[in-house]
């Protein structure tokens, strides 16, 4: 699934909104397109102040998404990293809350320490579509000790938009031996309409 409601092999999907995303991810599904209310909750989700809804927020997500990605059978989930900076200044990582909810619920193991941000980048939310792919490019690294040779990886995230950030780490996992790997994020940025 692409997260546009269109079946997707590889790189490929019937929709040109799927088309887009990165050839490394195998599939994405989301709760719900990227616009209020749900995009107010998602940016209230990236202060410690709101962990309370955070949580409320993770265990929706988990019991609706579940019986999308438990088809896929992961054998582990990564939440997006981020860079310690950045989680210093904000106190929590919500793809990391999300992915432990998640986790529970299909009763596969959360690795969040496998992937990490070794060099800061700017907010993907700053860029365009094209520099998003450039600021993401070497930023992510697979921890040496990972043993993932034929793991099938579910990525999990808040809000997906072009799909660098997702991608790149998907690459970086496949590398590493990874035998799939789909991402699962609570919004996706709508398709633009043509004008």
Same mark, same amino acid.
């Given at each position: 699934?692409?997260?546009?409601?269109?079946?997707?092999?590889?790189?490929?999907?019937?929709?040109?909104?799927?088309?887009?995303?990165p050839r490394s991810l195998?599939?994405?599904?989301?709760?719900?397109?990227?616009? #209020?209310?749900?995009?107010?909750?998602?940016?209230?989700?990236?202060?410690?102040?709101?962990?309370?809804?955070?949580?409320?927020?993770?265990?929706?997500?988990?019991?609706?998404?579940?019986?999308?990605?438990?088809?896929?059978?992961? #054998?582990?989930?990564?939440?997006?990293?981020?860079?310690?900076?950045?989680?210093?200044?904000?106190?929590?990582? #919500?793809?990391?809350?999300?992915?432990?909810?998640?986790?529970?619920?299909?009763?596969?193991?959360?690795?969040?320490?496998?992937?990490?941000?070794?060099?800061?980048?700017?907010?993907?939310?700053?860029?365009?579509?094209?520099?998003?792919?450039?600021?993401?490019?070497?930023?992510?690294?697979?921890?040496?000790?990972?043993?993932?040779?034929?793991?099938?990886?579910?990525?999990?995230?808040?809000?997906?938009?072009?799909?660098?950030?997702?991608g790149e780490i998907a690459?970086?996992?496949?590398?590493?031996?990874? #035998?799939?790997?789909?991402?699962?994020?609570?919004?996706?940025?709508?398709?633009?309409?043509?004008?």
């Amino acid at each position: 699934m692409c997260g546009a409601g269109s079946r997707r092999q590889g790189g490929g999907g019937s929709l040109p909104f799927c088309r887009r995303l990165p050839r490394s991810l195998d599939g994405v599904t989301a709760l719900g397109w990227y616009e #209020s209310p749900l995009r107010e909750v998602i940016l209230r989700m990236k202060q410690r102040r709101h962990t309370p809804l955070s949580q409320a927020i993770a265990h929706l997500f988990a019991r609706h998404i579940q019986p999308i990605v438990a088809p896929w059978q992961p #054998s582990l989930l990564v939440p997006t990293p981020m860079h310690w900076r950045r989680r210093w200044v904000r106190g929590v990582n #919500s793809p990391e809350i999300l992915a432990r909810a998640l986790g529970r619920r299909l009763g596969v193991s959360v690795e969040d320490r496998l992937v990490i941000t070794h060099r800061r980048t700017r907010l993907q939310t700053e860029l365009s579509p094209t520099a998003r792919k450039t600021n993401v490019q070497g930023a992510f690294r697979v921890r040496t000790s990972a043993q993932l040779q034929g793991a099938r990886v579910l990525l999990v995230d808040d809000v997906l938009t072009t799909g660098a950030t997702a991608g790149e780490i998907a690459k970086m996992l496949k590398q590493a031996g990874a #035998s799939a790997v789909w991402a699962a994020v609570l919004a996706r940025t709508p398709p633009r309409t043509s004008r």
